[in-house]
């Protein structure tokens, strides 16, 4: 490992997906299940009363990413909803659209009522920074509040931009991941040429918490996985014959960062964009590829939460001190890698 790229903790994960949230996704996909549908769920019932009420009253994209933080920071024993913001505990998350579904239903309404029928609420979520503000609200998560976009790479993007901010001490712990709400209006504009998928799109939340290693050893925390290493690309024409190289440096970046050797790849691309994937992992490990597992066929694509989700996923399958490298790749171009040692 480089002496720039010091491994960063994973104290706390939160899972809201069609199947359910963790741990009883990773026990439901481990029978054969895969999600059928493609609404999640969400187990707000849980959460603290003063955050449920929050909830309640949001749009869609921010009652995932509540609902998810909210399970990470209790496994983590971070965040309060109540005193001062804590300017050390921040959030970062990535998404592929946003506040799709909120700007579609405030325009619907505008189209067909004029000014009047325009909703103030939704139009205060027609930002896709909406639920980390939302989040930070919440859980009084004064510090860096980041709302990232890499298409369907978003969230290991955010994931990635996290772990440079603990390392640069930005931030005690940060909230990370990524999350995108499905509707009848994002499927209609999916359909209609905007991105090749290849599989059902189904919504999600998967969200982390990140603190530096030492801090995380101080306070007694217990670590679930370590990061040590990401990167992030692009592919121009991820659709012409021989592309790859973009995601073949970039997973060449993420070895060299991290200094250690997978032993599980999580495959990324989406079916159309398989052959890419493979030439970039030929071209970057070699003789050497490990086997490779695909959540994605599992969860469906569910775009900026699927880095994470894929990266929850694979941590919970292998054995204590198996290394992971986490792959994605969106029609758009952006390609992310990860690597990541289950503790």
């Known amino acids: 490992m480089s002496q720039h790229a010091r491994p960063v903790a994973i104290t706390g994960a939160g899972v809201v997906t069609p199947l359910g949230g963790a741990p009883e996704v990773w026990a439901r996909a481990s029978a054969g299940e895969r999600a059928s549908g493609a609404i999640a769920t969400l187990p707000l019932a849980s959460l603290p009363d003063a955050v449920q009420a929050r909830a309640t009253r949001a749009e869609r994209v921010t009652q995932l990413v509540l609902a998810a933080a909210g399970a990470a920071l209790a496994e983590a024993g971070l965040g309060g909803t109540e005193g001062a913001p804590d300017p050390g505990l921040g959030v970062v998350l990535g998404t592929a ?32 920074n909406a639920a980390a503000g939302e989040l930070g609200i919440a859980y009084r998560l004064g510090g860096p509040g980041i709302t990232l976009t890499a298409g369907g790479a978003a969230g290991l993007v955010a994931l990635g931009h996290a772990t440079d901010l603990l390392r640069a001490s930005r931030a005690r712990a940060l909230v990370a991941g990524g999350m995108d709400a499905i509707g009848e209006p994002l499927v209609r504009w999916l359909d209609g040429g905007g991105l090749v998928v290849g599989r059902p799109a189904s919504e999600a939340a998967a969200l982390v918490v990140l603190e530096a290693e030492e801090a995380a050893h101080a306070r007694g925390a217990r670590v679930l996985a370590m990061i040590a290493g990401h990167a992030s690309g692009f592919e121009p024409e991820p659709r012409a014959a021989g592309a790859g190289d973009g995601l073949a440096a970039t997973v060449e970046a993420v070895l060299a960062e991290a200094g250690i050797a997978p032993e599980v790849v999580v495959s990324g691309a989406p079916p159309g964009l398989a052959a890419l994937e493979e030439r970039a992992l030929a071209r970057a490990l070699g003789a050497a590829r490990p086997p490779t597992i695909a959540p994605k066929d599992v969860f469906g694509e569910t775009f900026g939460a699927a880095g994470p989700l894929g990266l929850l996923a694979a941590l919970a399958a292998v054995q204590p001190g198996a290394v992971v490298l986490v792959l994605d790749v969106c029609a758009s171009g952006h390609v992310a890698a990860l690597i990541a040692r289950r503790v």
């Open 97 to 128: 659209f946003g506040c799709f579904l909120t700007n579609a239903s405030f325009e619907r309404r505008f189209a067909e009522g004029g000014a009047p029928a325009a909703s103030p609420r939704l139009f205060a979520a027609t930002v896709s």
